[in-house]
């Protein structure tokens, strides 16, 4: 079945230094990347969907020069917490779905981003 | 914009009975994922309903989606220690705007 793999698992980081996070389509091509995070306790929040080659649309309320999303191939995605705050301390997970819709939505298994 | 609404927000199961977690949606349903989720940890696809009345199961979790596809139940019988985690109902708008989700359920069972 399809999968995505997503680094790092775990990182710690000092205020104001940034951080990369990857999610790569291991067997299908990622034509189309969602980015959400997750607060303790909570759901599920979509930041930002990204389509290979093109920007990245942003829901309202995230920062597009905070959080950088880059899609240039259609295996790999990556998101940058750019000048990390402790409050950007958060569950982060990308999910994948390829051309036409296949393989439906696969999500990577997360990263626990916390800024010290 | 659509909502997920799940109930119940959280729940205490004696081991080995039957459970129910719900799920209603504010608009029609073009798609309905269940996923399972330890906390800090990726998702875990359970099932994906689209079909008005479609009911689909795997092992002990059943779970159904209603004929007006705005409202999903998830059933599991005989529950065991290792269903305990946090449910999640994620919508399908069938749009290009990924996966609406409810709040969750946080499942917790008993010995």
């Known amino acids: 079945g399809a999968v995505v793999s997503q680094h790092p698992s775990r990182v710690i980081c000092k205020s104001g230094t940034s951080v990369k996070i990857e999610c790569r389509s291991l067997d299908f091509q990622a034509t189309t990347m969602f980015w959400y995070r997750q607060f303790p306790k909570q759901s599920l929040m979509l930041m930002a969907t990204s389509n290979e080659g093109s920007k990245a649309t942003y829901e309202q309320g995230v920062e597009k020069d905070k959080f950088l999303i880059n899609h240039a191939s259609l295996t790999l995605s990556t998101l940058t917490v750019t000048s990390a705050h402790p409050e950007d301390s958060s569950f982060y997970i990308c999910s994948a779905r390829g051309r036409g819709g296949h393989y439906g939505y696969t999500f990577g298994s997360g990263t626990r981003l916390t800024v010290v | 914009s659509q909502e997920l609404e799940q109930s119940p927000q959280s729940l205490i199961v004696q081991e080995g009975k039957n459970l129910t977690i719900n799920c209603t949606s504010s608009?029609?349903?073009?798609?309905l994922y269940w996923y399972k989720q330890k906390y800090g940890e990726g998702l875990i696809f359970l099932m994906m309903?689209?079909?008005?009345?479609e009911e689909k199961s795997h092992e002990k979790i059943t779970a159904k989606l209603d004929e007006k596809k705005q409202q999903s139940s998830l059933h599991i019988t005989a529950s065991q220690p290792s269903h305990a985690g946090i449910y999640l109902c994620?919508?399908?708008?069938?749009?290009?705007?990924?996966?609406?989700f409810g709040k969750g359920t946080h499942l917790i069972i008993q010995p």
């Open positions: 994620g919508a399908d708008s069938g749009g290009a705007d990924g996966l609406t």
């Open positions: 608009k029609t349903l073009y798609g």
């Open positions: 309903l689209q079909k008005g009345g």
